[in-house]
């Protein structure tokens, strides 16, 4: 069965510094992969998703995450952090059965 | 214009109550999903329609009744609500579901948030 898990529940960073928010997943086939970011008493927006191309996959907001099979991993990184980025993000894997398996979400937190 | 609307955005109710929260998507869209965050922002999938046909049931009580008019509308209807029904309720649609759908994006409405007291 596939899975995924974020590794931190809460990140705090400060602006202009970098972001990494840790997924791992649990696949036996190649995964389709996605990064979700709800922002508070929002919907959730699509930033990226990893479809088995290029490994690293650029999103919006200057967003990116690599794709590593050595490692299970599908981090999210930022070079800058803005205030606007602070929200919670979803790490997501796509089943075979046709469903989004979500992860626990990180709550992003930026401080001035 | 909005692409998934939900409707109400917030609905606080009585145990033993039903209620009804409706969703519309003007995506032109074949798939459409309900899912359930908790209090803890966890995100489950309850429903999936294709084309006004369910196609993911998960292990929900049947309380819970999905209804697909058109393939543009996906109600969710609770009876006899409970104090663990609260939650925020998304709506979301794609345009396939399936294992054909599995390098689509989901597009979210902006929730639905129940509280029965």
């Known amino acids: 069965a596939q899975s995924v898990t974020q590794l931190d529940s809460h990140v705090s960073v400060s602006e202009g510094t970098p972001v990494l928010l840790r997924c791992n997943y649990s696949?036996?086939?190649?995964?389709?992969l996605f990064w979700y970011v709800q922002h508070p008493n929002k919907g959730l927006q699509l930033l990226l998703k990893y479809t088995s191309a290029a490994t690293l996959v650029k999103g919006i907001n200057g967003f990116e995450a690599e794709f590593k099979k050595s490692e299970t991993s599908f981090h999210l990184t930022k070079p800058s952090a803005h205030m606007s980025d602070a929200a919670e993000y979803f790490c997501v894997v796509y089943n075979q059965g046709g469903k989004l398996i979500f992860g626990q979400g990180t709550e992003l937190s930026v401080k001035p | 214009d909005t692409a998934v609307s939900q409707t109400p955005k917030y609905l606080v109710t009585q145990m033993g109550n039903d209620k009804s929260i409706k969703c519309e998507q003007n995506l032109g869209h074949d798939t459409m999903y309900w899912y359930k965050q908790d209090s803890k922002k966890f995100l489950k999938i309850m429903f999936s329609y294709n084309n006004k046909e369910l196609i993911i049931n998960e292990t929900v009580p049947n309380r819970f009744s999905p209804k697909s008019p058109d393939k543009a509308h996906l109600n969710l209807h609770i009876n006899s609500l409970e104090l663990g029904d609260s939650a925020v309720y998304f709506c979301?649609?794609?345009?396939?579901?399936?294992?054909?759908?599995?390098?689509?994006?989901?597009?979210f409405g902006p929730g639905t948030r129940l509280t029965v007291l």
């Open positions: 696949s036996s086939y190649s995964p389709s």
């Open positions: 979301a649609s794609s345009p396939l579901g399936g294992l054909a759908g599995v390098n689509n994006e989901q597009f």
